[in-house]
């Protein structure tokens, strides 16, 4: 067996763990979602030369230089526009919980949620009936109404408590003799 190779390997994975990070939760919906509409960049250079032939002479240069990358994909505009409105969307879900809990107005952690949701009024849902039941369950309660010799899943208990007074047998004797 070669434990060169083992060796080696565990030194491999012993280095590469010093390197690496562990992985953080992000929030998605606020992010920007990589938009970068182009970098600027600039730097210097020098270079120093030395000719040795006859004479010893020394050659400097030296620079400026501006670099600008333009990435690709959609404009700047419209991917600036699209995270304004996906955060836009987060604020309008959220600004219901925010504006209804009125501890959150006196603690200074979360005094921009508060201003970026103050004025906002949720808009309620008034579709679900005042019974607090689901369309579907006034749909099969008028369905068998009209149909009451049919029997549908989930009208009856599969498993019914027994009785208090119930007594359950005894287990069977186990035999010695198999």
Known sequence: MNYYFTGLLILALTILALFVEPAY?????LNEYGVRCGEM?????RRDTDYNYSDSSTNEQQG?????????GTDCKTSKENVAIKQQ??????CGRV???PSLAHNENFALLVSKCRGITPARDNTRPSDSK???DDMKD???????DIKLM???????????DFILPLPKPKNETE
């Open 41 to 45: 960049e600039i730097s210097t250079e």
């Open 89 to 94: 969307l987060e604020l309008m879900k959220m």
């Open 64 to 72: 400026i230089r501006f670099t600008y990358r333009k990435y690709l």
């Open 25 to 29: 939760p992000r929030n998605e919906y």
């Open 134 to 136: 689901s369309l579907w």
């Open 142 to 148: 008028e369905y068998k109404k009209e149909n009451p």
């Open 154 to 164: 989930g009208d009856k208990k599969i498993l019914k408590m027994p009785p208090k």
């Open 99 to 101: 504006n209804s809990n």
